[in-house]
């Protein structure tokens, strides 16, 4: 009969929650059950995601110790170069306005762009060669029995109902289960946030010349329009718009949104080519009031959600995965309960308030850019430009970006647990 008691049992096979349990299967072994339940998993859930991300340095540690940026690595692109401009649609010139020079330290880039689908199939690979329970199922409701009046042995569980009418049950359930959460929405935690009227139009383009590895942020009115390299002469466009002109440019026959596109991405990179398909992101961002309820623990996008101006919302979400997986840990090798108050309160003030600092710092950034104020735009040029001109800030932005500042959690300093 298949297991249904587990220590941790996780609610999403998406990056935070895989990545998660390989971090607890590898520290703990096997006699530490741990399982993953989704139901996109086994029919490759991440396929139609024609998403990349930037996946920032401490991150790239993170999967080199668990063994899983050796899948992935000859389909990385390193960042070599950011280049920032701010300027209207129209103009004709687009002056830069900052550069970076892509390295954290010597011979190790800033950042990897990484098609999404190649991160969480190696990711679900390398799960099941660990033996970790994979289950192809929604968690569709959960109950807590409290330990109160229990005895140590015996301590509070949760009990979670699955879609395929199954029950399992462990000691902390993690709610990895991304932004629209039905774990954060059954155990009541409420969200502080908006939404930004603004859309990102989501396409991969092929393109004539070589883009030496090159990120481009093209700062316009509606919102920032990111040019990142791909392996090979291909990129991944983040285009923001106001929701409206995004649907509009979404519904183009193809000649006019490779016209729109073109005046956007203009022609350094000689003739470009949409490949894939054109995806469209509402945007919008909210934190979780408490990233942990009773034997529940938040993660990834169930616990935050971020504007992608600074490429960091799956970034975040691994460094939620980083420091569970520490506190669990820690107390798992003292013979303490990982779904125990002291221990969820712990991850809790490890990650709320970095958290909260990198929303309203991407929300910031998002309302400076996306608008037609003449005086912002003075402001922000020439904020942009003392910037350029400070080696030392630029370098510690540079190493705050790649996750390598403040408490960092061992797993993201490429330390094992
Ligand atoms: C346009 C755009 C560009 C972005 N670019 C970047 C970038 O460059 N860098 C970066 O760091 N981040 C980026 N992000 C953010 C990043 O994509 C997300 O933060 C990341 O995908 C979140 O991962 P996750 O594992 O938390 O959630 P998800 O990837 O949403 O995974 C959630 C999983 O849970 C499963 N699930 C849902 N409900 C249930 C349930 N009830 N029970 C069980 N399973 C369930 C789903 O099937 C899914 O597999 C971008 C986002 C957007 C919109």
Do not use: C
């Amino acid at each position: 009969m298949a297991r249904s008691d587990f220590d941790v049992l996780i609610a999403g096979g998406g990056f935070a929650g895989l990545t998660l349990a390989i971090a607890l299967r590898q520290a703990l072994g096997a006699s530490f059950a741990v399982a993953v339940v989704d139901p996109g998993l086994g029919r490759a859930a991440a396929a139609d995601d024609e998403r990349a991300s930037a996946i920032v340095a401490s991150v790239r540690r993170l999967f080199e110790t668990l063994g899983v940026w050796q899948r992935v690595a000859a389909d990385a692109q390193p960042i070599l170069d950011m280049v920032v401009t701010d300027s209207r649609l129209g103009d004709a010139v687009r002056p830069t306005f900052l550069t970076f020079a892509g390295e954290v330290e010597p011979g190790e880039p800033f950042a990897h762009m990484v098609e999404n689908r190649i991160v969480v199939d190696a990711l679900t690979t390398a799960a099941r060669e660990l033996g970790i329970e994979l289950r192809s199922a929604a968690v569709t409701d959960f109950t807590v029995s409290a330990a109160a009046g229990e005895a140590p042995s015996h301590p509070g569980r949760v009990e979670a109902r699955l879609s395929d009418a199954g029950v399992l049950n462990a000691r902390l359930l993690v709610a990895a289960d991304g932004a629209r959460s039905t774990i954060r929405s059954k155990a009541a935690i409420a969200t502080h946030g908006w939404s930004y009227g603004q859309s990102a139009i989501v396409v991969n383009v092929a393109h004539a010349r070589d883009h030496h590895g090159r990120a481009d942020e093209h700062f316009l009115p509606a919102g920032p329009f990111a040019i990142l390299p791909l392996k090979g002469n291909r990129a991944s466009i983040v285009w923001t718009e106001t929701t409206a002109d995004a649907e509009r440019i979404m519904a183009l026959p193809q000649a006019e949104f490779d016209a729109e596109l073109e005046q956007r991405f203009k022609l350094h990179l000689g003739e470009i080519k949409v490949i894939g398909r054109r995806r469209m992101h509402p945007l919008g961002f909210f934190v979780a009031r408490s990233f942990i309820a009773e034997r529940i623990a938040l993660i990834g996008d169930a616990a935050h959600l971020i504007h992608p101006i600074a490429g960091q919302g799956l970034n975040m979400g691994l460094k939620d995965v980083a420091a569970l997986a520490e506190v669990v840990v820690d107390a798992a090798r003292l013979g303490l309960d990982p779904g125990a108050l002291d221990v969820l309160e712990r991850y809790q003030r490890w990650r709320r308030f970095d958290t909260m600092a990198m929303g309203m710092a991407t929300d910031g950034l998002n309302r400076l850019f996306s608008n037609r104020s003449d005086a912002l735009r003075l402001v922000r040029d020439v904020g942009l430009g003392l910037v350029d001109r400070l080696p030392v800030l630029k370098r510690l932005f540079i190493r705050e970006a790649a996750g390598l500042v403040g408490d960092v959690p061992k797993l993201l300093r490429g330390e094992a647990l």
